[in-house]
């Protein structure tokens, strides 16, 4: 099984500022198959950036995903209140697909 | 409106057995492979079971292989769960997901069905 490791568990953050979460896999992912979904308190979540940087439809241009092999950022500038959330990284290369454990995106 | 609606969560005794919901609207389930995934209280969020469109091809993570069971009714836009011999563990929220077209990764998630498994 791929193990996804994100990084940090919690990031405490103002509205304004730049997120810069971290998804470490412990495969090398191939043909960038590599996601990001985030996870407003009481929704479900949603698909925000597929193939490791193309955002999903109806994102907004401050997410921005990059990265190849077994690194990957997901990169969140300029800080809405809406953002505040936690944030999953997912594979999807191998036969069983898996996420990471999250990285919550708090305010400071 | 695009959407997944989950049904069916409830508080059951350990060894019992419930039967999750999904209800597809908004698109053509019979074009999508369709997924159960699951997030304990605390945790992450963790594959259960998919199904290929047709039903032909089925898997299971490990923890449930023998007593859950995925089906699909694509006449009613309907996926289901059985869930069988339940434990504590599988106490958590189960979100129905879509597979996106093509190479897409899930791309539609439901709002989840809570299970709590308990005496």
């Known amino acids: 099984e791929v193990v996804l490791t994100q990084s940090p568990g919690t990031l405490s953050l103002s509205p304004g500022d730049r997120a810069t979460l971290s998804c470490r896999t412990s495969q090398t992912v191939t043909n960038n198959f590599l996601a990001w979904h985030q996870q407003r308190p009481g929704q479900a979540p949603r698909l925000l950036i597929y193939d490791a940087s193309t955002r999903a439809t109806g994102i907004p241009d401050r997410f921005s995903g990059s990265g190849s092999g077994t690194d990957f950022t997901l990169t969140i500038s300029n800080l809405e209140p809406e953002d505040f959330a936690v944030y999953y990284c997912q594979q999807y290369f191998s036969s069983t697909w898996t996420l990471g454990r999250g990285t919550k995106v708090e305010i400071k | 409106e695009v959407q997944l609606v989950e049904s069916g969560g409830a508080l059951v005794q350990p060894g019992g057995s419930l039967r999750l919901s999904c209800a597809a609207s908004g698109f053509t389930l019979s074009s999508h492979w369709m997924n159960w995934v699951r997030q304990g209280p605390g945790e992450g969020l963790v594959w259960v079971s998919h199904?290929?469109?047709?039903?032909?091809?089925?898997s299971y993570a490990d923890s449930v292989k023998g007593r859950f069971t995925i089906s699909r009714d694509n006449a009613k836009n309907t996926v289901y769960l059985q869930m069988n011999s339940l434990r504590a563990e599988d106490t958590a929220v189960y979100h129905c997901v879509r597979d996106g077209m093509g190479t897409l990764p899930w791309d539609l998630w439901g709002q989840g069905t809570l299970v709590t498994v308990s005496s």
């Open positions: 199904i290929n469109p047709d039903g032909s091809s089925i």
